[in-house]
């Protein structure tokens, strides 16, 4: 009598896709690392390597922009990277490092909620609508990573 079971195939027959390449910076931010982004964004397979890595680019140069200035203080100061600024060390990398890949992947993320939404219209869709993060809180995220990089208070409060 013969068995039905199926066998795990051989690790030889496995085939993974290949990784996805780093998206290199200008020299001074650091390059991002897509599989990095999509292990702590939760993103899923539905997001094409095509369309990560326009959408990684354009937030890069969205926060590069923002820190431009920034960066340029510290040129002048003689820091050749972000990673050389003097930052807090929290698990072995400067909190600006951490802060600066906040940024970007919050941008990122919702960019691809903005374009890529991934919902129907029915009802079950439109409940899921409701549990999905809102494109602006990840906005507000990258907002406050900026501010933190510059020491700037993460919110202005004005009398009228």
């Given at each position: 009598m013969s068995s039905f079971l199926a066998q795990p195939p051989s690790p030889s027959t496995v085939t993974m896709p290949p990784p996805e390449p780093g998206v290199?910076?200008?020299g001074w931010f650091p390059d991002v690392s897509p599989a990095d982004l999509?292990?702590?964004s939760r993103l899923n397979g539905n997001i094409t390597p095509d369309r990560l890595s326009l959408s990684l680019a354009v937030a890069m140069s969205s926060v590069n922009d923002e820190l431009a200035a920034y960066k340029?203080?510290?040129?002048?100061?003689?820091?050749?990277?972000?990673?050389a600024v003097p930052a807090t060390k929290i698990g072995g990398r400067s909190i600006k490092h951490t802060l600066y890949l906040r940024a970007v992947y919050s941008l990122v993320q919702a960019d691809l909620l903005d374009r890529y939404p991934d919902i129907g219209t029915t009802a079950a869709g439109e409940k899921r609508a409701e549990e999905l993060p809102a494109a602006d809180a990840f906005r507000r995220d990258a907002r406050w990573a900026i501010s933190d990089i510059l020491g700037r208070p993460r919110s202005t409060v004005e009398l009228i």
């Amino acid at each position: 009598m013969s068995s039905f079971l199926a066998q795990p195939p051989s690790p030889s027959t496995v085939t993974m896709p290949p990784p996805e390449p780093g998206v290199e910076n200008d020299g001074w931010f650091p390059d991002v690392s897509p599989a990095d982004l999509r292990s702590s964004s939760r993103l899923n397979g539905n997001i094409t390597p095509d369309r990560l890595s326009l959408s990684l680019a354009v937030a890069m140069s969205s926060v590069n922009d923002e820190l431009a200035a920034y960066k340029a203080s510290h040129i002048g100061n003689g820091y050749t990277a972000l990673a050389a600024v003097p930052a807090t060390k929290i698990g072995g990398r400067s909190i600006k490092h951490t802060l600066y890949l906040r940024a970007v992947y919050s941008l990122v993320q919702a960019d691809l909620l903005d374009r890529y939404p991934d919902i129907g219209t029915t009802a079950a869709g439109e409940k899921r609508a409701e549990e999905l993060p809102a494109a602006d809180a990840f906005r507000r995220d990258a907002r406050w990573a900026i501010s933190d990089i510059l020491g700037r208070p993460r919110s202005t409060v004005e009398l009228i």
